[in-house]
């Protein structure tokens, strides 16, 4: 269950990040012998992201693994904002929002499992995805009714566009 959140908060996010493996997906990769990765993406949270983008909210993508498939979807959707094998979270965040010129308060992550913990606390406003553990859930301003890479990411940015047209 969500904590109540202030739509004041909403509004003024002018950054979003998500973390990816469990958020834009449902945590499974698929591996091949030959040792290719692939990754199942959700097409609705596709148009989301593209509708959060021509609103005038910028989207990142902050995670702690590299992927092929990751870099390729993320051009394709518009994201300019990738940083992929990061091992301190919080440091790409605050890159991202020095280059922006953004204040923490206008900022928002989304995560789903204990190493998003300290992005979680350092963001302005914490979603969780329906399948976060309990410790991520338990610690964010908004849980989602979706699972991550079933909508989840959709879900957040349906929320955000209609606070931005309020």
């Not at 991202?96 to 204990?114: F, H, K, P, W």
Request: hydrophobic share 45%; net charge negative; charged share 25%.
């Amino acid at each position: 269950m969500s904590k109540q959140i202030d739509s004041n908060m909403l509004k003024a996010i002018r950054l979003i990040a998500f973390d990816v493996d469990g958020v834009f997906t449902d945590g499974r990769f698929y591996l091949s012998d030959d040792g290719v990765e692939s990754k199942a993406f959700h097409t609705q949270d596709g148009f989301g992201i593209r509708r959060l983008i021509e609103s005038g909210i910028d989207v990142a993508v902050i995670s702690g693994r590299k992927s092929n498939a990751v870099v390729r979807r993320m051009q394709e959707l518009g994201v300019q904002h990738v940083e992929l094998g990061c091992s301190d979270k919080v440091a790409a965040f605050d890159l991202i929002l020095e280059r922006l010129g953004l204040d923490l308060s206008q900022t928002a992550y989304t995560g789903d499992d204990v190493p998003d913990l300290p992005l979680l606390m350092h963001a302005g406003v914490s979603f969780a995805v329906a399948n976060a553990v309990a410790e991520v859930r338990d610690a964010c301003d908004y849980v989602t009714i979706a699972h991550g890479g079933s909508g989840a990411v959709r879900e957040i940015c349906d929320l955000l566009c209609a606070e931005s047209k309020q």
